[in-house]
Each structure stands twice: as structure tokens, then as C-alpha cells.
């Protein structure tokens, strides 16, 4: 059974950083990509940022570009999610996701994912 586990979520203040961990237990050379999605309540899950495994090539959404950065350790199956001048539109429940095969075109797609973790909530206060 694949299992991902979400770390690192909190409340901090607006322009604060946070570190987001994502632990997958699953053989690392069977993943393929590995993305973050957020969720607010109402509201679809909306990509955050994403990364292929193999390759390291990271994908970002428009509205994080700059702020944070995706990577991955493979020898720990960890993906961090480095997140740097937060603000309240950050605020959201923040979920990893892995697949096996995710093409590039898929990577911003939230069904392309078989595998999510529980999420982690980040609050951020202005």
C-alpha cells in the first residue's frame, strides 16, 4: 500500500516562510511525478507545484512562481515544499500527491494523481 505523508504545515504571518515535507513510502524508481496541490474550503484542489522524479523538472502555478520551490530527495523519497513570502491567499489545506505515470501535460491535473497524502494546513495571517 502507497502511503504519503504531509509535513511541516502551521500558522504563520503574512511574508513568513514554511517548509512543507512529503515522505512517500513507495520504491522511489516506481514514481514518476510528485505535486503539491492546495484545497480552501468550497473550492477545488488547485495545483501548487510539481516535479518529475526522474528528470527534477519542476512545474510551478502562476501565482507561487518565485515565492516557492519544489524539490525532491530520492535516496529519502522526500519532496519539500519550500514556501517563502506567504500571504492569506495561501491559506489552504496542502496535499501531496504521487503517480507512477504522470505525463508532463498531466502534471497540473489533480486525477492524474492515484496516490494522496492526509494534508497539512497552512494558516497564514495578515
Known amino acids: 500500500q502507497v502511503q504519503m505523508v504531509e509535513s511541516g504545515g502551521g500558522m504563520v504571518q503574512a511574508g513568513d516562510s514554511l517548509t512543507l515535507s512529503c515522505l512517500a513510502s513507495?520504491?522511489?524508481?516506481?514514481?514518476?511525478?510528485v505535486a503539491w496541490f492546495r484545497q480552501v474550503p468550497g473550492q477545488e484542489r488547485s495545483f501548487v507545484a510539481g516535479?518529475?522524479?526522474?528528470?527534477?523538472?519542476?512545474y510551478y502555478a502562476d501565482s507561487v512562481k518565485g515565492r516557492f520551490t519544489i524539490s525532491r530527495d530520492n535516496a529519502k523519497n522526500t519532496v519539500i515544499l519550500q514556501m517563502n513570502s506567504l500571504n492569506s491567499d495561501d491559506t489552504a489545506v496542502y496535499y501531496c500527491a504521487a503517480g507512477t505515470s504522470v505525463g508532463a501535460t498531466a502534471m497540473k491535473v489533480a486525477k492524474a494523481y492515484p496516490f494522496w497524502g492526509q494534508g497539512t494546513q497552512v494558516t497564514v495571517s495578515s
Open positions: 516535479i518529475s522524479w526522474r528528470g527534477g523538472v519542476t
Open positions: 513507495i520504491r522511489s524508481f516506481s514514481l514518476n511525478s
